[in-house]
């Protein structure tokens, strides 16, 4: 099954700036999806992201507030916009590893202050 | 509307002991179902899935799930617990509508006594 390496682990960071978050996965797959898990809360789906296209976003998730690259096979960065103490969260990639197998990183923590 | 439901929040149960964690799930036909474990500071684990056939699914860890379709339901059991199965648990599903897009339950958190 695919291995992704998920960077940075965790950060903290002020208020107005923006963090990226990155995910490596070390086979080609075609669909990366990028979760967010809220302090005490489950994991939402934020977006899935094709290669060679644009993500395509969940209900109240926004381009503008967590654009997505995708720029190979292998590759996918998320953004977390202009943060806020809300956004402090722990956000997860995830790729499809086959034999409807799924692959999740091992999510980047991120602290707003 | 499609949901998956986990009713207990929080599990303490003695080590040596057998565990089950209930999952409830809400769809017109039966979806894809999962149970992932989630290890302090971890990322998600998958512990078992069930597509078809023989409904009692058998895991990693010693976990197993049984798939009953007139319940709607998928709980997850283990005969003995160990102090390191103490982690969060979630549920989770998906549909050939909308493959790759999970659909979690709230998780359950499991405390293991000595």
């Known amino acids: 099954s695919a291995v992704i390496s998920q960077k940075p682990s965790r950060d903290i960071c002020q208020r107005g700036t923006s963090l990226t978050i990155q995910c490596q996965v070390d086979s080609q797959v075609t669909m990366m999806f990028w979760y967010r898990q809220q302090p005490g809360q489950s994991l939402t789906l934020i977006a899935t992201?094709?290669?060679?296209?644009?993500?395509?976003?969940e209900s109240g998730f926004v381009i503008d507030k967590f654009p997505i690259s995708r720029p190979n096979l292998t590759f996918s960065t998320l953004t977390v916009s202009n943060l806020s103490p809300e956004d402090s969260s722990i956000y997860l990639c995830?790729?499809?590893?086959?034999?409807?197998?799924?692959?999740f990183g091992s999510g980047t923590r991120l602290t707003v202050v | 509307a499609q949901s998956v439901t986990q009713p207990d929040i929080h599990i303490t149960v003695s080590e040596g002991a057998s565990l089950e964690l209930r999952c409830n799930y809400s769809?017109?036909?039966?979806?894809?179902l999962f149970w992932y474990v989630q290890s302090p500071g971890q990322g998600l684990q998958l512990l078992l899935k069930?597509?078809?056939?023989?409904?009692l699914v058998q895991g990693i860890k010693g976990f197993e799930a049984e798939f009953k379709r007139s319940q709607s339901s998928f709980n997850l059991r283990k005969p003995s617990v160990h102090w390191s199965d103490a982690a969060e648990y979630f549920c989770a599903f998906l549909t050939t509508d909308s493959w790759g897009k999970f659909q979690f339950g709230a998780g359950t958190q499991v405390v293991v006594t000595p």
């Open positions: 992201a094709n290669q060679g296209s644009e993500a395509t976003y």
């Open positions: 995830s790729v499809e590893t086959g034999n409807y197998g799924y692959t």
């Open positions: 069930y597509f078809s056939g023989d409904t």
């Open positions: 769809y017109g036909a039966t979806p894809y």
